[in-house]
């Protein structure tokens, strides 16, 4: 789920002025925010899918590629879902276990843009 949906504990607070959403009058752009997103097995630790707060930074939980092992599934708030081929995806064996921290995850600017346009209608990506 996209963090800035959870209305939790800020863990990663949001560069400001972006806040949490609360309610969905509040949702600035529905078509464009997206709710839930595919993730990469491995990097799954925590219900939301923390958003990069620059498009160089890494993934903490990376998007999925499991479908054709190259994009990921997005819903958004107006209902409908997209599929969304990534530049550099991530998929590793969930077979051959963890032998390493799976965070961060790295990433691709074009890919973090593409995800922080779509997480808030106020992220500039």
Not at 49 to 76: C, M, W
Not at 92 to 106: E, I, S, Y
Request: charged share 20%; glycine share 6%.
């Amino acid at each position: 789920m996209n963090d800035y949906l959870n209305g939790g504990v800020e863990q990663y607070a949001p560069v400001p002025p972006v806040t949490f959403y609360k309610r969905n009058s509040e949702f600035g752009r529905p078509s464009e925010l997206f709710v839930f997103i595919d993730v990469e097995p491995l990097s799954i630790c925590f219900t939301p899918f923390e958003i990069p707060v620059a498009n160089t930074q890494s993934y903490f939980t990376a998007p999925g590629a499991l479908h054709d092992r190259k994009s990921g599934v997005l819903s958004f708030a107006d209902g409908h879902s997209e599929s969304h081929r990534w530049k550099r995806r991530v998929l590793r064996a969930t077979t051959l276990g963890l032998t390493a921290n799976p965070h961060p995850v790295p990433s691709d600017r074009t890919d973090v843009s593409y995800i922080r346009a779509r997480s808030h209608h106020l992220a500039t990506p």
